[in-house]
């Protein structure tokens, strides 16, 4: 069994910043990545950030030199700082991860979080 755990959600005015942090907790063998989603009202989930294990990062262009993921490998644990918010950046956040784990070690599997809701007031 394997657990995300979100926290950093909130509500804050344009140009503020927040910070998301997703433990994942539960029996691990390894971690391949980590990364963050977005999902606004009536629109997909989209990529906003991804680190993996030996820290290479990607990022959606709306959110490069904003946003920032980085991660704690021995905590098994990703941040995403995100600065200088905008209202386009409203959405539900979900932690993913890709895992091996679960009480196997064969078994990978993609993790997601419940969410975290991010509101960014004009």
């Known amino acids: 069994q394997v657990q995300l755990m979100e926290s950093g959600g909130g509500l804050v005015q344009a140009g503020g910043s927040l910070r998301l942090s997703c433990a994942a907790s539960?029996?691990?063998?390894?971690?391949?990545?980590m990364g963050w989603y977005r999902q606004a009202p009536g629109k997909q989930r989209d990529l906003v950030a991804r680190i993996t294990s030996g820290g290479s990062t990607n990022y959606a262009d709306s959110v490069k030199g904003r946003f920032t993921i980085s991660r704690d490998n021995a905590k098994n644990t990703v941040y995403l700082q995100m600065n200088s918010l905008k209202p386009e950046d409203t959405a539900v956040y979900y932690c993913?991860?890709?895992?091996?784990?679960?009480?196997?070690?064969?078994?990978?599997?993609?993790?997601w979080g419940q969410g975290t809701q991010v509101t960014v007031s004009s």
């Open positions: 539960g029996t691990i063998f390894s971690i391949d990545a």
């Open positions: 993913n991860a890709h895992i091996r784990g679960g009480g196997s070690y064969y078994l990978v599997k993609d993790y």
